[in-house]
């Protein structure tokens, strides 16, 4: 069988991080973990060909090659999706879907021309699809009735990806989350209860990317990669001498929730392991919102003392907001400013709210008859001045606070203060902290060498960035005053804000 898997197109947005692989020579942030997960548990003899087309285009041999045309995709993804298993359809080609997209909304896959349907998580389900190929059926919907053991889970194919086109290459160490906030999908797809890889699993997965000569940055794209914290130290415990051994040749990225602000010993660990920056959903400063929407994780702490400890231990935490929620009171932008600048976060995501299926707020937007499903609306499009429900102020007060919050928070030298501020405040790492303490530093294999094009790439890189917003720039004044303090006051951060000055472009 010769298999063709897609991953569709991911519209821009913010979330993409664009300008930061552009500026760092890359074609996408992350490549598609779920089809090269998919293609692990696929028959050993099958042929296999990758397409992301978020790294390239589709060609006409791609699509004379394949006998089955195998797509993933997730809500924001739905256009593009639906638009590739029409054309499939159009060629002639048995087609396959799964993912997030189909498994929470099966009927428009199905109506757009797909014959099979794979519903939930691969890893107890792709047996079903592969024995009714073998059956020689023509269609099918495959669901199991339980969660996979994620013991189970193969090494992804990650021979199948061009490494270079990507900023980060993804893993996966755990699926759920033990929290139910109200517009959070997580527990609808994935469950409560928390599912991980043994730690010998995640090492093999890191020791495969390492042996195809990956040397960067690592999103372990758990949902809460914390939220078992008793199997998440296990993890941490194994992984900081595999990096030691290997002469630290990853930088991690992961999400997590808030509380890990008051877990010391979880901090510690995880900056041990080369952790750097984490997604972390705040979502309000407002008390009474995060109640309503069931976020009570985030109202254990004062938010902004969560924030500030992570920063002090060595995190950057990228915090993500969302405006629109029932209830909530004019001038929430503003508050929500205030508490980026009192914690000075510098990468913010800011998002309308989105019901999204088999939610609880979905279904209780359904049942008070305020989903507009039934007008042309779907998930996606508020973002694009086409809400899919009916908000509890009206549309153009949100999106006026929206976009100005936009503006405030990333005017250019706003922003470049509160990077500058972020990591002048945060602790030198640990090396450096040893020397300039005149401490031994520990026996360990040297640090992974850069080769020198990539030393050269990143010297051309530096010499942009400094044209761009410490030549041409309005507030170039900013930028190298900025660049000198941090370099005499905490040189060890330097790299990283400077990384954020991209970031912030």
């Not at 190929?133 to 495959?142: A, I, K, N, P």
Request: with cysteine; net charge positive; proline share 7%.
């Amino acid at each position: 069988m010769k298999a063709l898997l897609l991953s569709p197109k991911i519209p821009l947005s913010y979330w993409t991080f664009g300008e930061l692989c552009r500026f760092a020579g890359r074609k996408a942030l992350t490549p598609p973990l779920s089809l090269i997960t998919v293609a692990a548990l696929l028959p050993q003899d099958w042929e296999l060909r990758l397409v992301d087309l978020n790294t390239r285009d589709l060609r006409e041999d791609d699509w004379r090659w394949a006998e089955l045309v195998m797509i993933s995709g997730m809500i924001f993804q739905r256009p593009n999706m639906l638009a590739l298993i029409r054309e499939a359809k159009q060629r002639g080609k048995t087609v396959v879907v799964g993912g997030p997209f189909p498994t929470s909304l099966p009927e428009e896959v199905l109506e757009a021309g797909s014959d099979f349907l794979v519903r939930g998580e691969a890893e107890n389900s792709i047996a079903l699809l592969v024995q009714a190929l073998r059956e020689g059926r023509t269609g099918g919907v495959f669901e199991h009735k339980d969660k996979p053991d994620l013991s189970l889970s193969p090494v992804p194919r990650f021979d199948l990806l061009n490494l270079e086109d990507y900023g980060a290459i993804s893993i996966q160490a755990s699926r759920g989350c033990p929290f139910d906030c109200e517009f959070c999908d997580v527990v609808s797809l994935y469950g409560r209860k928390m599912r991980y890889k043994k730690p010998g699993q995640v090492l093999a997965e890191l020791a495969a990317i390492y042996r195809l000569g990956w040397r960067h940055e690592v999103f372990i794209c758990d949902d809460n990669f914390i939220g078992n914290p008793t199997q998440a130290r296990q993890i941490l415990e194994a992984l900081i001498p595999w990096m030691k051994d290997h002469g630290q040749p990853f930088n991690f990225w992961t999400q997590t929730s808030i509380n890990l602000g008051h877990d010391r010993e979880l901090m510690d660990l995880m900056t041990r392991a080369n952790f750097s920056n984490i997604f972390i959903g705040i979502e309000s400063p407002d008390e009474d919102i995060l109640a309503h929407t069931g976020k009570h994780q985030n109202l254990r702490h004062p938010l902004a003392e969560s924030l500030n400890n992570l920063r002090d231990n060595g995190l950057n935490v990228i915090g993500s907001f969302v405006i629109g929620f029932d209830g909530e009171k004019p001038g929430v932008g503003e508050r929500i400013c205030s508490l980026v600048e009192a914690t000075k976060i510098p990468i913010v995501m800011i998002n309308l709210l989105q019901p999204l299926p088999n939610t609880r707020l979905w279904r209780r937007l359904k049942e008070e008859g305020r989903l507009l499903e039934e007008k042309g609306g779907t998930v996606g499009e508020l973002d694009y001045g086409k809400p899919i429900f009916l908000p509890t102020r009206p549309i153009s007060q949100i999106a006026a606070e929206y976009l100005s919050m936009w503006d405030e928070l990333y005017e250019p030298s706003h922003y470049l203060a509160r990077a500058y501020d972020y990591f002048l405040a945060m602790r030198p790492t640990r090396r450096a902290l040893a020397l300039s303490r005149g401490q031994p530093l520990p026996n360990s294999p040297r640090r992974n060498a850069r080769p020198l094009k990539e030393s050269l790439e990143n010297f051309v890189r530096l010499l942009r960035l400094s044209w761009r917003q410490g030549v041409r720039a309005r507030y170039r004044r900013q930028y190298w005053r900025q660049l000198l303090n941090l370099r005499r006051r905490n040189p060890s951060r330097l790299v990283k804000y400077l990384s954020l000055c991209v970031m912030g472009e």
